[in-house]
Protein backbone atom coordinates (compact mmCIF):
# COMPACT_ATOMS: atom_id res chain seq x y z
CA UNK A 1 0.00 0.00 0.00
CA UNK A 2 1.16 3.50 -0.88
CA UNK A 3 1.41 5.72 1.54
CA UNK A 4 2.60 8.69 0.12
CA UNK A 5 1.57 9.38 -3.63
CA UNK A 6 2.44 12.12 -6.51
CA UNK A 7 -0.26 11.07 -8.93
CA UNK A 8 1.54 13.36 -11.32
CA UNK A 9 4.58 11.79 -13.25
CA UNK A 10 5.38 14.83 -14.88
CA UNK A 11 4.97 18.49 -15.25
CA UNK A 12 6.27 21.24 -17.97
CA UNK A 13 5.78 24.87 -17.24
CA UNK A 14 6.83 28.47 -18.62
CA UNK A 15 9.58 30.04 -17.55
CA UNK A 16 8.76 32.86 -14.67
CA UNK A 17 5.59 30.82 -14.24
CA UNK A 18 4.45 29.18 -10.83
CA UNK A 19 5.53 25.64 -10.78
CA UNK A 20 3.26 23.57 -8.02
CA UNK A 21 3.86 20.09 -7.52
CA UNK A 22 1.78 17.91 -5.26
CA UNK A 23 1.61 14.99 -2.78
CA UNK A 24 -0.66 13.16 -0.79
CA UNK A 25 -0.52 10.49 1.90
CA UNK A 26 -2.73 8.50 3.76
CA UNK A 27 -0.65 7.58 7.39
CA UNK A 28 -2.23 10.50 9.81
CA UNK A 29 0.93 8.89 11.71
CA UNK A 30 3.11 10.73 9.88
CA UNK A 31 4.13 14.43 11.34
CA UNK A 32 6.98 15.31 9.27
CA UNK A 33 7.24 16.04 5.48
CA UNK A 34 9.97 16.76 2.81
CA UNK A 35 10.88 17.49 -0.60
CA UNK A 36 13.57 16.52 -2.43
CA UNK A 37 14.97 17.66 -5.50
CA UNK A 38 16.55 14.82 -8.12
CA UNK A 39 18.92 15.61 -11.21
CA UNK A 40 20.26 12.90 -13.69
CA UNK A 41 23.00 11.14 -12.35
CA UNK A 42 22.97 12.66 -9.00
CA UNK A 43 21.77 11.77 -5.86
CA UNK A 44 18.55 13.50 -4.41
CA UNK A 45 19.36 16.73 -2.71
CA UNK A 46 17.05 18.39 0.26
CA UNK A 47 15.14 21.25 -0.66
CA UNK A 48 12.42 21.86 1.82
CA UNK A 49 10.47 20.82 4.88
CA UNK A 50 7.93 21.51 7.00
CA UNK A 51 6.67 20.04 10.45
CA UNK A 52 2.74 18.73 10.71
CA UNK A 53 2.88 22.02 14.00
CA UNK A 54 2.72 24.41 10.66
CA UNK A 55 0.83 24.74 7.35
CA UNK A 56 3.29 26.83 5.33
CA UNK A 57 6.99 26.97 5.26
CA UNK A 58 9.33 29.31 2.80
CA UNK A 59 12.25 29.37 1.55
CA UNK A 60 13.11 31.91 -0.63
CA UNK A 61 11.65 30.67 -4.61
CA UNK A 62 10.04 27.76 -2.47
CA UNK A 63 7.17 27.33 -0.35
CA UNK A 64 5.70 23.93 1.41
CA UNK A 65 1.33 24.16 2.07
CA UNK A 66 0.22 21.47 4.55
CA UNK A 67 -3.44 20.39 4.59
CA UNK A 68 -3.58 17.86 7.51
CA UNK A 69 -7.24 17.42 7.16
CA UNK A 70 -6.95 16.56 3.34
CA UNK A 71 -3.53 15.16 3.84
CA UNK A 72 -2.23 16.92 1.32
CA UNK A 73 0.95 19.01 0.75
CA UNK A 74 2.04 20.76 -2.15
CA UNK A 75 5.75 22.84 -3.42
CA UNK A 76 5.16 25.99 -5.18
CA UNK A 77 8.14 27.30 -7.02
CA UNK A 78 7.36 30.73 -8.02
CA UNK A 79 9.29 31.89 -10.50
CA UNK A 80 10.32 28.62 -12.25
CA UNK A 81 13.49 29.01 -13.85
CA UNK A 82 14.96 26.01 -16.49
CA UNK A 83 17.37 24.72 -13.70
CA UNK A 84 14.55 23.51 -11.50
CA UNK A 85 13.87 20.75 -14.10
CA UNK A 86 14.49 17.77 -11.93
CA UNK A 87 12.91 15.00 -10.31
CA UNK A 88 10.94 15.95 -6.93
CA UNK A 89 10.56 13.53 -4.37
CA UNK A 90 7.46 14.12 -1.12
CA UNK A 91 8.75 11.95 1.47
CA UNK A 92 7.35 11.73 4.75
CA UNK A 93 8.09 10.38 8.42
CA UNK A 94 6.95 9.60 11.73
CA UNK A 95 9.63 8.98 15.37
CA UNK A 96 9.26 5.28 16.09
CA UNK A 97 10.05 4.97 19.85
CA UNK A 98 12.08 1.57 19.13
CA UNK A 99 15.99 1.54 19.26
CA UNK A 100 16.57 5.17 20.65
CA UNK A 101 13.35 6.81 18.63
CA UNK A 102 14.93 6.00 15.21
CA UNK A 103 12.58 6.92 12.38
CA UNK A 104 11.46 5.91 8.62
CA UNK A 105 11.44 8.21 5.79
CA UNK A 106 8.80 7.09 2.91
CA UNK A 107 9.23 8.48 -0.26
CA UNK A 108 6.42 9.05 -3.00
CA UNK A 109 7.22 8.03 -6.86
CA UNK A 110 8.66 11.32 -7.76
CA UNK A 111 6.90 14.61 -10.03
CA UNK A 112 9.25 14.94 -13.39
CA UNK A 113 9.54 18.72 -13.62
CA UNK A 114 10.09 20.49 -16.71
CA UNK A 115 10.96 24.09 -17.12
CA UNK A 116 10.89 25.65 -20.71
CA UNK A 117 13.03 28.76 -21.71
CA UNK B 1 34.54 17.83 2.34
CA UNK B 2 34.01 14.77 0.46
CA UNK B 3 30.22 14.31 2.11
CA UNK B 4 28.68 10.86 1.90
CA UNK B 5 30.84 8.27 -1.00
CA UNK B 6 29.38 5.21 -2.89
CA UNK B 7 31.11 2.70 -4.41
CA UNK B 8 31.39 1.73 -7.44
CA UNK B 9 29.31 3.99 -9.51
CA UNK B 10 28.57 0.73 -11.91
CA UNK B 11 28.62 -2.79 -11.61
CA UNK B 12 27.47 -5.75 -13.78
CA UNK B 13 26.57 -9.07 -12.11
CA UNK B 14 25.72 -12.31 -12.88
CA UNK B 15 22.78 -14.25 -11.35
CA UNK B 16 24.17 -15.72 -8.05
CA UNK B 17 27.18 -13.56 -7.56
CA UNK B 18 27.55 -11.88 -3.98
CA UNK B 19 28.97 -8.07 -3.43
CA UNK B 20 29.42 -5.52 -1.35
CA UNK B 21 28.37 -1.85 -2.24
CA UNK B 22 30.13 0.70 -0.24
CA UNK B 23 29.26 3.72 1.66
CA UNK B 24 31.33 6.27 3.95
CA UNK B 25 30.63 9.32 5.25
CA UNK B 26 32.56 11.68 6.47
CA UNK B 27 30.10 14.21 8.55
CA UNK B 28 30.35 12.13 11.86
CA UNK B 29 26.57 11.22 11.23
CA UNK B 30 24.37 8.75 14.05
CA UNK B 31 21.84 7.54 11.16
CA UNK B 32 22.95 6.06 7.59
CA UNK B 33 20.67 4.05 5.25
CA UNK B 34 20.34 2.54 1.79
CA UNK B 35 17.41 3.09 -0.34
CA UNK B 36 17.03 1.47 -4.11
CA UNK B 37 15.31 3.51 -7.16
CA UNK B 38 13.48 1.62 -9.39
CA UNK B 39 11.39 3.18 -12.18
CA UNK B 40 8.06 4.50 -10.95
CA UNK B 41 8.10 3.39 -7.64
CA UNK B 42 10.54 5.71 -6.40
CA UNK B 43 12.66 5.52 -3.61
CA UNK B 44 12.47 2.32 -1.25
CA UNK B 45 14.34 1.53 2.34
CA UNK B 46 16.17 -1.50 2.13
CA UNK B 47 17.87 -1.10 5.51
CA UNK B 48 18.93 1.76 8.61
CA UNK B 49 21.54 2.19 11.23
CA UNK B 50 21.02 4.54 13.95
CA UNK B 51 24.74 4.12 15.05
CA UNK B 52 27.60 1.61 14.95
CA UNK B 53 26.62 -1.59 15.75
CA UNK B 54 22.67 -1.17 15.53
CA UNK B 55 20.93 -1.76 12.03
CA UNK B 56 17.15 -2.31 10.75
CA UNK B 57 14.87 -3.60 8.67
CA UNK B 58 13.36 -1.12 6.29
CA UNK B 59 10.91 -2.04 3.63
CA UNK B 60 12.53 -4.22 0.90
CA UNK B 61 15.03 -5.87 3.25
CA UNK B 62 15.28 -9.23 1.37
CA UNK B 63 18.38 -10.25 -0.24
CA UNK B 64 20.76 -7.78 1.27
CA UNK B 65 22.79 -7.58 4.48
CA UNK B 66 24.24 -4.53 6.25
CA UNK B 67 26.56 -4.03 9.45
CA UNK B 68 27.68 -1.12 11.19
CA UNK B 69 31.28 -1.28 12.76
CA UNK B 70 32.18 2.22 12.73
CA UNK B 71 30.26 5.55 12.81
CA UNK B 72 32.17 6.63 8.86
CA UNK B 73 30.92 3.19 7.06
CA UNK B 74 27.51 1.09 5.87
CA UNK B 75 28.38 -1.40 3.37
CA UNK B 76 25.35 -2.94 1.82
CA UNK B 77 25.83 -7.05 1.20
CA UNK B 78 24.20 -8.58 -1.78
CA UNK B 79 24.36 -11.89 -0.67
CA UNK B 80 23.04 -14.03 -4.36
CA UNK B 81 22.09 -11.39 -6.53
CA UNK B 82 19.33 -12.21 -8.79
CA UNK B 83 17.97 -9.68 -11.62
CA UNK B 84 15.08 -8.18 -9.45
CA UNK B 85 17.99 -6.63 -7.73
CA UNK B 86 19.19 -4.63 -10.62
CA UNK B 87 18.49 -1.18 -9.23
CA UNK B 88 20.17 2.67 -8.36
CA UNK B 89 21.50 2.36 -4.87
CA UNK B 90 21.59 5.26 -2.81
CA UNK B 91 23.47 5.27 0.69
CA UNK B 92 22.16 8.57 2.59
CA UNK B 93 23.43 9.60 6.63
CA UNK B 94 22.35 12.72 8.66
CA UNK B 95 21.97 13.86 12.47
CA UNK B 96 19.27 11.94 14.35
CA UNK B 97 18.00 15.10 15.69
CA UNK B 98 18.34 16.66 12.28
CA UNK B 99 14.90 15.14 10.63
CA UNK B 100 14.38 13.18 7.58
CA UNK B 101 17.27 15.66 5.92
CA UNK B 102 19.26 12.91 4.42
CA UNK B 103 22.39 13.90 2.75
CA UNK B 104 22.60 11.20 -0.18
CA UNK B 105 25.65 9.45 -1.85
CA UNK B 106 25.58 9.62 -5.76
CA UNK B 107 24.63 6.53 -6.41
CA UNK B 108 25.39 2.75 -7.63
CA UNK B 109 24.45 1.56 -10.71
CA UNK B 110 24.00 -2.29 -10.45
CA UNK B 111 22.78 -4.90 -13.18
CA UNK B 112 22.28 -8.69 -12.68
CA UNK B 113 22.23 -10.19 -15.80
Known amino acids: DQQVKQNSPSLSVQEGRISILNCDYTNSMFDYFLWYKKYPAEGPTFLIS?????DKNEDGRFTVFLNKSAKHLSLHIVPSQPGDSAVYFC????????????????FGKGTKLTVNP | NAGVTQTPKFQVLKTGQSMTLQCAQDMNHEYMSWYRQDPGMGLRLIHY???????DQGEVPNGYNVSRSTTEDFPLRLLSAAPSQTSVYFC????????????FGSGTQLSVL
Open chain 2, 92 to 103: ASSFRVRRGKLF
Open chain 1, 91 to 106: AASYSRLTQGGSEKLV
Open chain 1, 50 to 54: ISSIK
Open chain 2, 49 to 55: SVGAGIT
